[in-house]
């Protein structure tokens, strides 16, 4: 998967978890479940959303890498 690629995977699942949210304002390396204010289930909505979409399975040992938009595009890139 190209960073693009995940770039996009990433913003489409933040914009189903937080419709209401300008997405493409958010600054890559800002922590978006603060900037969200994203809870908990939100942020699980979040992971199960993008997990789906891009076929890999993201458990919750990898969810410190999906902090930023930054280090989850790293992170999606690396392994999918």
């Given at each position: ?15 189903q ?9 958010l ?11 994203l809870?908990?289930?939100d942020?699980l ?36």
């Amino acid at each position: 998967m190209t960073p693009q690629q995940a770039r996009e995977l990433i913003t489409d699942a933040l914009s189903q978890v937080a419709p209401d949210a300008d997405i493409g304002a958010l600054a890559p390396d800002a922590d978006f479940r603060d900037v969200l204010e994203l809870d908990s289930l939100d942020f699980l909505n979040f992971v199960e959303t993008l997990s789906d979409a891009s076929g890999y399975r993201i458990d919750e040992d990898d969810y410190p890498e999906f902090a930023t938009v930054a280090s989850g595009v790293e992170f999606l890139a690396k392994r999918v």
